[in-house]
């Protein structure tokens, strides 16, 4: 894929923030970012062509859409009100935490040393999810681990101190298992993403299980090749085909946004993004293994995966990742060190 203009990406950027004042919060409307054009008509192939995109849940084509329009125009997406070609996508894009009542697969099981793509969950919620990786405190550089919000904390009432059990509560983790504790969350500044302080029970290792080691963070940009290691899917590659954008989700019982969102896609047809259980996994570049994205969502039809830039994510919580090639021992926290039986 050839490299966007800047120009004419700052261009389609200004038109993503029109598209997302008049429409993120259509009812019909799962994402808005800024992308490659996909052709129907070719079987959903990538164009060159750059479009502001406008992801919905369902896509009325043909007499259907005349219907549609005449019984719902306020749910229209009228594309002249937006100064920059649009495409209309038809994706739905869920958030990855996920229980199956089946045999934990290897990825559910205890890891005594922990790293990136294992089993986690808070005490909370009966589920799993991903332990995306190892991030320092940038103040005092205690040592955490770096996932989404809605699987180390998962509720506007889940207090700083909240367990965080590997493996997850749904691969059978309990209290004995307590690695870490909820130290804060980026949900307030529109990020999916939280750190949680770890406990010193067990070492740390700057590692993505069958990946490799993370070497630092970059941004991710339209094109690149990436891979993640996820307790779902396991080891995943794609494309990012779309940045930028934002996502609608309702928090506390109002409407906010996810914002510096990417979208994945699969390398081949029959290649898979992600799956349930994925959420909080990190995408790194595929030939560097810099962390690009915290994975939050996706989808089956099409195969896709939406993630969260990592450079903005990384300062939201006031974290880096830790790049140290070595299994990591962390010094126990007085009094936070959970009781053995």
């Known amino acids: 894929m050839q490299a966007v203009e800047p120009r ?14 008049f429409y993120l919060f259509n009812p019909r409307v799962t994402l808005i970012d800024v992308g490659w054009r996909i052709e129907e008509s070719q079987g959903g192939q990538i164009s060159q062509d750059l479009a502001v995109r406008v992801h919905v849940h369902r896509k009325p084509r043909g007499p259907v859409l005349e219907a549609f329009a005449e019984r719902h125009p306020g749910l ?70 770096l ?7 998962g509720s506007a009432y889940a207090p700083r101190g909240l367990g965080i059990y590997q493996p997850g509560r749904a691969d059978g983790g309990s209290f004995q298992h307590t690695i870490a504790y909820l130290e804060r969350h980026a949900m307030n500044q529109g990020l999916d993403a939280a750190v949680a302080k770890l406990t010193g029970a067990r070492s740390t290792i700057n ?14 940009t339209l094109g690149m090749k990436v891979v993640k290691s996820g ?15 934002e996502y609608p989700i309702r928090y506390g019982g109002l409407p906010r946004k996810i914002k510096h969102v990417h979208r994945v896609v699969p390398l081949t047809s029959t290649d898979e993004a992600s799956r349930g259980g994925d ?6 570049e595929q030939d560097t293994k810099k962390a690009v994205a915290l994975h939050f969502a996706g989808f089956d039809s099409p195969e ?32 936070m060190e959970p009781i053995r039986i």
């Open 279 to 284: 959420s909080g996994s990190w995408w790194l």
């Open 8 to 21: 004419l990406f700052r261009k389609a950027c200004q038109a993503r923030d029109l598209a997302a004042a």
């Open 231 to 245: 307790r779902g899917s396991s080891v995943t590659r794609g494309m990012i085909d779309g940045v930028e954008g």
């Open 147 to 153: 996932g989404n919000w809605h699987v180390l904390a």
């Open 207 to 220: 590692n993505q299980l069958d990946v490799g080691r993370v070497s630092g963070e970059t941004l991710p």
């Open 76 to 145: 229209m997406i009228d594309k002249n009100r937006i100064a920059f070609p649009v495409d209309i996508v038809e994706a739905s894009y869920p958030l990855q935490w996920y229980w199956d009542p089946v045999q934990p697969p290897p990825r559910g099981r205890i890891f005594t040393v922990l790293q990136g793509g294992i089993s986690i969950s808070n005490e909370w919620l009966y589920n799993y999810g991903t332990l995306g990786g190892l991030v320092e405190d940038r103040e005092t550089g205690e040592k955490m681990i």
């Open 304 to 335: 896709t995966a939406l993630a969260m830039a990592m450079p903005p994510v990384l300062d939201a919580l006031n974290v880096n990742i830790v790049t140290e090639v070595e299994p990591v021992g962390v010094t126990p926290v007085p009094g």
